[in-house]
């Protein structure tokens, strides 16, 4: 205890003081400009900053691929500027000149090396290994200029991004969050540009398209400034007094409250309505993949989020719900073919789906972590290869498949445009989300958390582990059949090669990244990693590419995903927030403070 | 009559005998302390009743019902709850849900009724709540009010062990297992769950059979002491018995040189 309360810093004023005052380590700043300096010649030479050129940001000074380029010594001049951790009871570190300085000279090292590729793809032909090593992106590096006078600009152009990420560091926070976002905004507008003048348009408001974007593509100066000081402001006004919302709808009575439910759930209700009306066909399309993909997310967050079973082979459940719909429905089913209608058939496929849940599940009942891993991942390409097989031909048609699938319809009103697609989807996705919430919050739900976090002790507490992990792959198997009914009527057909491994890999990372265990994070997640990469097709070609760097980051920076469930994070800083519990907590009593290390445990 | 009864127990792991003939009972109301160096098979013989690990030969009756091949879950629905010697809590989960869980094999809600929330789930659900934080009183304040909602990490190690005692009580047990309850404890909170143990049987009806070291809280509150060693029952009787009982002096100190010689 007495360790804690004292603090170095203010006692020993000599020596510690003057290095927590701004003290940042130039040379270091360098080695992060060479790791800069590399990271910059990697996404120049696989060809992003050549490929990107073409797509404007803000017309005529930003393109996507300078973007890519100097967001290298942006990051990286932030990273060297970084004032060292504070913590408990030392004086926060005062930033300053130095600081911006560190920032210019990682960004400045980081053009130094550019240099070298640069010099390269102009005197030596290496297009056999690298194809985009090429004069081309000599060209873009040089920014059209001679390569003298070019490479210069180059040098200039990363020192003061390297100064600008550092100043990052710098600005207080009060203006720092109100600038950034405002940038964030201007970028992401401009990267989103078909779906910003789609909402405009669908919102009648063509008129405004002109006024913000330029007939060539990209944000006019005029757009950007408008979005940048639109959000600019907004930021700084509700971050000095933010709506407290929440704590507003708690605070009313229960009439009061029941009111605004009612008039929540409509506003919603209309809003969902309104979507694929004014997204279009294109955009309601993603959307309606999307919303499919997020059905999935839900349900394996239950088996993997809730009950703690890494099931690596999700996709035998889609594939199972895709292709009962496809034999109940379809008029060109192989074998038999009752040709139900969508509605009718969902029973049915929902409960082949939990029949295969059981199937998949009693196997591995004492099975966990990484071995129940491979054996689920083995029964995922089981079930690819058997709805492929020759020996399922008659009924699956091997690799054909099955076309001819009936698009659903309710009563007279056939579904079978994307944006009324859309509605299916939506709702389905809501009924999954209302599902996970409810099982969350009731006996199962807890059932799966215990056996998540110690199985033998849940089992010793009364828990029955047999039914609660039945339970778990049944529900998860339940809910990606919807997924599969869904996405076989939308397409029309269904092939055995829709179904691969990559599809379990992705709805994983959909969880990862969004936020394990916390239902408005896999959708978040469903949004940026199955609904980004459409909109964005110029990285389609670096979609693999960017979801490992994303995971890589994710894992290092936020490993409880973008909006986290309050236990996950609880569970990966553990530690931290056990060792501050520690120090904070209240005595026990009179021995407690007395005694100097916790005790441990004898045996 | 008694409530647990094991007749001729016997468990080896390979050429390892744990456990060897072994005969015990305890009665209903009582309160059994089990002692023994360590590797006496102490803590094999509560794995073994609770149905961690199976049996290799032998009987055990739980108010006249066999417990071999159950589940440990069948074990703890018939009414036989246990703590762990190394403290396991669900530690990512609140306190209250720590004894929440408990409640598991005593209520019947499933995924249908979970989900349509019935009148029937939710009036289950508010007794869950309302049977683990009554549990949770018996250790006066110390595990409630705020604390239920604490995730059970951040509680200090007796807080610890008082909550795998309430974890153990919320599955309305008949009798309890506490594998070394006080071990880690400092002396004054060792005196204190001392008088919960004898509570537990006094006010709770709850049997008790543990395994513990620190010989003031067995003398406290033990009816009877068993001495285990090498898989052995050894000894059997009171305390004073017991302790006096040349064969356990033995079996903890060892034999006299001069004894040994001759």
Partial sequence: MAQTTKTPTAARPGDLAPMRQNFVDLVKAAKWGVVGGATATFVSAIGMVPDFDGRTLIDPFLTLGYLVLFLVPFAFGYMAARPPLTLEGQEPVRVGPRNVLAGAIAGMVTGLVLIVPTLVAVNFNLRSVFVNLSPAMADTLTLGQSLGVGLLLLIVGCLVAGAMGAGVNVVPARWRVPVMTGLLWVLTVGLLEDLATQLLRGLNLDALVGVFFAPGGGLKPLGAIIVFVLVFSLQLVFQRRPPRLKARYQALDQSERRRWTIILIAATAVIVYLIPVVLGGFMSEILDLVGIYLLMALGLNIVIGFAGLLDLGYVAFFAVGAYMTAVLTSSGSPALSPELTFWAALPFVVLAAALSGVLVGTPVLRMRGDYLAIVTLGFGEIARILFLSDWFDPVFGGAQGITQIPSPSIGPLEINTPPQFFYPIIVLVFVAAYISWALANSRIGRAWNAIREDEPIAEALGVNIVTAKLSAFVVGAALASFAGALFASKIGAVFPNSFSIVVSIIVLVIIIVGGMGNLAGVAVGALVIQGLPQLLREFDEYRFLLYGGLLIFMMLAKPEGIIPSRRRVAELHQEEMGQDAWLTAEPESELDEARTTPATAKD | ?262
């Fill in chain 2, 1 to 262: 009559m008694a409530l647990l009864e094991i007749n001729q127990l016997r468990k080896t792991f390979g050429g390892l005998t744990a456990i060897e003939g072994l005969d015990l009972h305890v009665d209903k109301g009582e309160i059994v302390s089990i002692i023994g160096p360590n590797g006496a098979g102490k803590t094999t013989l509560f794995n073994l009743i609770s149905g961690l690990f199976p049996v290799d030969e032998g009987e055990m009756l739980f108010g006249g019902q066999s417990l071999n091949g159950l589940f440990p879950n069948q074990v703890t629905e018939l009414g036989l709850a246990r703590t762990f010697q190394n403290v396991r809590l669900f530690p990512n989960m609140t306190v209250r849900e720590n004894v929440m869980v408990a409640q598991h094999c005593r209520t019947k809600s499933g995924i249908f009724r979970s989900i349509l929330r019935t009148s029937k789930f939710r009036h289950e659900e508010a007794e869950i709540k309302a049977r683990a934080e009554e549990v949770l009183g018996f250790f006066g304040s110390r595990l409630v009010g705020y604390r239920f909602d604490q995730p059970a990490f951040v509680l200090s190690y007796a807080n610890r062990r008082r909550l795998e005692i309430a974890r153990a009580m919320g599955t309305d047990p008949t009798m309890i297992l506490l594998d070394e309850p006080t071990a880690g404890m400092n002396p004054s909170e060792t005196t204190e769950l001392t008088g919960l143990i004898g509570q537990l049987r006094d006010d709770h009806g709850i049997t008790i059979c543990m395994i513990e070291h620190d010989m003031q809280v067995v003398r406290g509150v033990s009816d009877r002491v068993i001495c285990l060693d090498y898989g052995r029952k050894i000894a059997e009787g009171t305390y004073q018995e017991v302790a006096t009982n040349e064969q356990v002096i033995e079996a903890y100190l060892g034999r006299k040189a001069t004894d040994a010689a001759s």
